[in-house]
């Protein structure tokens, strides 16, 4: 659990609470439009179980989206990805873009996929320095991970499973 919360803090994690809600990843204008939710699979990960679950930088916390187990579900909205089948979670990078285009109008959605970039780097830097693997996916059917995350007005922006590469006994 606790590779888990170190990989979400570092993707959306607040850095100071006293000083206005600053996190992890730069934010323009501190809007911050990204949402994380995870699809644990089940056994992926102790002490959690399988289910879907959004993140609370504020309480560097997960909550209970649902309890439905959905990694075959990933995998076949991602093209049928099969290692999809084998990550212990897939984290979602999702998006209110009307977050950011209230302030910035149409320039908003560049900020927007500009902060992903950098929630998206931290994640994949914190999963290695944790002797796990990710990739960053962008190939799936948006309307299909919408509905199985129940986004209402989010935007899917990728998905990334996370899990212990099966090539991970070449670098030991």
């Not at 879907?52 to 991602?78: F, M, R, W």
């Not at 948006?142 to 996370?162: C, N, Q, R, T, V």
Request: net charge negative; proline share 3%.
């Amino acid at each position: 659990m606790s590779h888990l919360s170190n990989i979400l803090w570092s993707g959306q994690g607040l850095l100071n609470k006293k000083y206005d809600m600053r996190r992890t990843t730069p934010s323009a204008g501190s809007l911050f439009p990204l949402e994380l939710m995870v699809a644990v699979r089940k056994d992926g990960v102790e002490q959690l179980d399988a289910g879907i679950y959004h993140y609370l930088p504020e309480d560097n916390a997960l909550e209970v989206v649902s309890d439905k187990e959905i990694t075959d579900d990933i995998s076949a909205a991602c093209f049928n990805q099969e290692f999809l089948r084998n990550a212990s979670v897939s984290l979602l990078v999702a998006s209110d873009l009307e977050r950011t285009t209230r302030m910035y109008a149409n320039r908003g959605e560049r900020y927007v996929y500009m902060e992903a970039g950098a929630a998206m780097q931290n994640i994949s830097l914190q999963a290695v320095e944790q002797g796990l693997g990710t990739v960053i996916i962008g190939a799936f059917d948006d309307s299909a991970i919408h509905e199985l995350f129940g986004l209402e007005k989010l935007k899917p922006l990728s998905i990334m499973p996370i899990g212990i590469p099966k090539d991970k006994a070449l670098y030991a």
